[in-house]
DNA sequence: CGGTTGTTTGAACTGATTCAATCTGTGTGG
DNA sequence: CCACACAGATTGAATCAGTTCAAACAACCG
């Protein structure tokens, strides 16, 4: 976690742990790539990342969008609609998972996880908008740009040097709406524009402002 | 409101009328098209959809992206995030204004309310993901197809089989992420093809599965 | 009537996709 | 240690969907 957002995590509230105590539930290691949860199937856990990345995707035809990101301490609620996403591990990582039902009326008794739990939810939505404004409105290369920006500052917190990828391509073109072709290119211009540099999935960052200028990145939406 | 949505609307709730009650609110009428909050004002307000419609838009270069709209009975809650986005009527409306700490902690005090706005909250961030999908992954088409599927059913809720169209051209490009000129000729390639009839504003919908069809447009992220 | 807002249309252009081939790195079994 | 397989990255050429710019048109309103 970044710092200074510990406050926003599950993992290091109290409140959680005894939520945890005091209802079943299951931790699941997941693979690198594994599936935890078919677009369609009912969404009756709550799942909690514990450790890792987790995408939530819509299959589209041939292609595929992924509409939001959780990393470690952030939790997928069982809203009636998350049932049209699937749910698939980014990185080899770790999920908590409880069922819904215990858990909302658990929650509901503290305030403590409501307050917790109605913050994370603010934070996706200025997340979501952001992407929003990222496929509607930004052309590829601010695409690509913007979601390094908010990748390494969900990863890094404070140092923004460098960071390690862990998104191939194409799952970067799932995120920012694009082909995976299309985001090589992009890569390939940023770091002959020595906004960048890369080897292998570690980047390093050699112009951060001028980076976040055309991605037009302003990290005040991820502070929830 | 939608037969079988009222559920959702806080206009219908006792809980929330007693809520008006205990604090100071103003009750506003906006003009069509009226800015009611600039992008980067402080959202230390709620404000509620009383009549009419409201979009959250981003202003980006020379365009804009609509990120959200909100209806009658609808919220704009005061996320910390939401100073990013402006607040525009669409039609001429009627929104409440309250202040945000007061509401805040009146509504922490009430299960209903709790429960009414984190139903709003978890519909809205479906709505959210199925824009992103939209313009992450259709075509001109599909996008602007899915706009008016979408658009039919919060405003009819039982009746497809017409709809006066509140939104012009330029809006519809804004929501869905393209030109107005495209919108314009989308709508008139939906004509040809005898999907729609349009007279004036009112739209006719010849075939409205067909509609969703090509629009991949399935309601069930709108039940909430 | 003139002014304003919104719609429609055409022509030229361009950013991104598509398709297909090649290259690179990594892990596996012999 | 090499050979092989596989996932992912890279590159080129052709194509196309959507943008841009500019002009004309229509509807509405005081």
Redesign the interface.
Known sequence: MSPGLEYLSLLGSNAFADLLDQMPHRVLKLDRRRILREPGSPPDEVILAKAGILS?F?A??S???T??LRYAGEAI?P????A??GVQAIVPSEVILAEAGAFCQLV?GS?EM?RLL?RQ??????I??E???N????DATARVAHFLCETAFRLGGGTKARMLNRFTQQQMGEI??QTSVNVNRVLAELERQNLITRKGREIEFRDWSELCRIA?FRP??L??
Not at 79 to 82: E, L, P, R, T
Not at 121 to 126: D, K, L, T
Not at 135 to 138: E, L, N, P
Request: contains cysteine; hydrophobic residues 25%; positive net charge.
């Open positions: 939530m819509q589209h035809g292609g595929r969008q509409v939001a609620l809203g009636s609609d998350s049209r996403y509901d305030s409501r109605i939810m603010q934070r996706n939505e200025a979501c908008y992407w929003l404004v496929c509607g409105r930004r920012t709406g037009s005040d939406y502070r929830a």
